[in-house]
């Protein structure tokens, strides 16, 4: 077995193991104890590719949020009935009979951030701009309103499979309101009471009709065309000055796709001698007075271009204190699974004094990703931009890379031999074996004696970048636990 750890490779059968490792590796987890169907399982639902998108659209206060908390399953989406409730959160994971995806919540804001016509566009475009199926959402007691017309015609344009949810519909009685809206030409409306539950099972099998199978994982294979780099952060840290810097000074031609002016901009850039296609997220037109929604308008957009993205490079503002927001931007590129460069914009402008106290925010405030790249860059001068195409390398080595088998259960029989475990109740879990189920971010399956500790899963993951390198990654660790046999007492 080639114990060598590299990005890329050939595709297997089973995922990350060839034909002989992965007889292997299920004779030892029967020795274990463990159901083969079990492990099975373990393996195909860590080692998947990316989840289908399902995005969730409709005029606001149609009921949106609480039908994105019924799928999901718990109360995550906030639910209120003022517009413009800003969120931490746009995307959420959900599972409905053994499936699993990706729902995409987009209610919220006020309706004239840009004018009526404007909002309503710009809230189903970029709903619907990664998605691969659209739910869209009605309000039954009101019936089709001409904003609900106007959300009809982009979703046709758009091409994608929708399905149609008559909201509120809380009993026999609403059930001709919903037949009402097969006037919409959508298909079948599904009456549906997302506040109660009621209908949203046959919604949902309709849901699992449209969308795709999420993708078995591959391992190194690229998708074709420039590797995808997302340029997020929070408004004014200059996204667009950085862009504009790096296009000027490599004198390519930008390439603006289709797509209407408040359409994300993607942008073909040389550099290095290698071309990226950068996606800028800049540009959202603010108001003041409509501060709230303008933000919420910000999160979906940095969200549809995250979802697009290999590598997401954020730019923070090095001159001021890092916010909330800067925060909650990198929980959402970590969470989204991506590679990730952290650049320092304005650095050129520090004092002694600034450089000392960011240094010491840095160790606070951005610990969650302390092995991604960093750069100190000026996207008003130019300086340091050279380095920033080996830090997206690296960030793309360390999500492409895998560790063989063998040599990862190597590593866990020296883990738990050298720092094994606390005992809790008399009992001590221990790690009994591991593989690498995926790559794009790397994930990892752990088949435990019992439950590991949130503590001692952070030093496993602490321990295998500190073995194996990982560097711009994030790590997704999963763990069974074997289940008790009768005979053990």
Known sequence: MNDQIHSGGSDHEHGALGDAEYAEFMELAAQEGFDPEDVEGAIGEAGHGPLPILAVVGRPNVGKSTLVNRIIGRREAVVQDKPGVTRDRVSYEAEWAGRRFKVVDTGGWEQDVLGLDASVAAQAEYAIETADAVVFVVDSTVGATDTDEAVVKLLRRAGKPVVLCANKVDGQSGEADATALWSLGLGQPHPVSSLHGRGTGDMLDAVLEALPEAPAQSFGTAVGGPRRIALIGRPNVGKSSLLNKVANEDRVVVNELAGTTRDPVDELITLGGITWKFIDTAGIRRRVHLQEGADYYASLRTAAAV???????????????????????????????????????????????????????????????????????????????????????????????????????????????????????????????????????????????????????????????????????????????????????
């Open 307 to 489: 979802e697009k993205a290999e590598v997401a490079v954020i730019l923070i503002d090095s001159s001021e204190s890092i916010s909330v927001q800067d925060q909650r931007i990198v929980t959402m590129a970590v969470e989204a699974g991506r590679a990730i460069v952290v650049a320092f914009n304005k650095w050129d402008t520090l004092d002694e004094e600034r450089r000392y106290y960011l240094e010491r925010e840095i160790e606070t405030e951005l610990a969650q990703v302390a092995w991604a790249p960093r750069v100190n860059v000026s996207a008003l001068t130019g300086r340091h931009m050279e380095k920033l195409v080996p830090a997206i390398e690296t960030a793309l080595d360390g999500w492409e890379t895998r560790v063989p088998t063998g040599r990862l259960n190597a590593f866990l029989g020296e883990i738990v031999a050298s720092h094994p475990h606390p005992i809790r109740g008399g009992k001590q879990p221990r790690i009994l074996f591991g593989t690498q189920a995926g790559t794009k971010p790397p994930r990892f399956v752990l088949f435990a004696s019992g439950f590991l500790e949130h503590g001692y899963r952070r030093f496993v993951e602490r321990r295998l970048r500190e073995e194996f390198g990982f560097e711009g990654t994030p790590i997704h660790i999963s763990v069974r636990v074997r289940e008790k046999r009768g005979r053990n007492k």
